[in-house]
């Protein structure tokens, strides 16, 4: 029965930090579409089609591309989260790691920033 009422005063003090965290309503780049997309089988077939057809060869270097994890399959356009950009054969190729550093890095210059990189999943 006694001072308790005191205490109440001080919490409404910390109520106005809460509204600012404000929820997540931008996810085009937090969780995108095509993120997952890659971890699909559909995936996993279309670039199984992509190296047969490239012959596991760099399309830049001409490298013979044998060991997992060496060959990537570059979009040569960039599909910035559009399907049918993703999807289509046709705008696959065959890069080696240090070729598709490069061509991603021109990109990113003329694009003037990191948006390429994300997209493709490079960074998180
Ligand atoms: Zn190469």
Redesign the pocket.
């Known amino acids: 029965m006694a001072k308790a009422p005191k205490l109440r005063l001080l919490k409404p003090a910390l109520k106005p930090l809460g509204p600012q965290l404000k929820p997540a309503t931008d996810r085009r780049y937090s969780s995108p579409d095509y993120k997952r997309w890659y971890k699909t089988a559909k995936w996993q077939r279309l670039r199984q089609v992509i190296l047969v057809r490239d012959n596991y060869t760099?399309r830049?270097?001409g490298?013979v591309l044998g060991a997992r994890g060496e060959a990537h399959i570059d979009h040569i356009q960039a599909h910035r989260g559009d399907a049918a950009l993703f999807w289509a054969e046709e705008n696959l190729q065959v890069?080696?790691v240090?070729?598709h550093l490069s061509v991603k890095q021109r990109e990113e210059k003329r694009d003037k920033c990191h948006r390429i990189a994300r997209e493709e999943g490079w960074l998180e």
């Open positions: 760099c830049m270097c490298r890069l080696c240090p070729c």
